[in-house]
């Protein structure tokens, strides 16, 4: 695959993965300083390891919570709480994820991934609470 179709391939994945209107926002905000940068994210990251064909874009997003919850980059767990949700994972299964984190990586870590994902859970369910895990 050549840099043309690994961005074209890159561009679907993280519109499929992120939403339109999440890339449409960081496409509308590309200056001359971070086009490389953006360039790379689409060929590199959504092109080639979000395109990969041996996991599911499920089990992506769960390693992905997990990397984000642990090294507490809170405004990326956001945006891939919504990319998880998008890919099929249920509240339940995310908190989950947070659970192993909580072990592996400590109860700061996955406590304030929790508050996180419950305030995004509640947005994409128009506002309502996260719902009662039935586990």
Known sequence: ???TERTAQGMTTRRQVLGDAHVD???ASI???TADFQDFLTRYAWGEIWSRP???REQRSMITLTALA???QEEELAMHVR???RNGLTPDQIAEVLLQVGIYAGIPAANRAFAISAQIIAEAN???????RKA
Not at 126 to 132: F, I, R, V
């Open 54 to 56: 041996g996991l599911s």
């Open 25 to 27: 926002r960081a496409v």
């Open 70 to 72: 642990v090294l507490r």
């Open 83 to 85: 990319a998880a949700l």
């Open 31 to 33: 200056t001359g300083f």
């Open 126 to 132: 128009g506002g309502a609470s996260t719902p009662d």
């Open 1 to 3: 695959m050549d840099d």
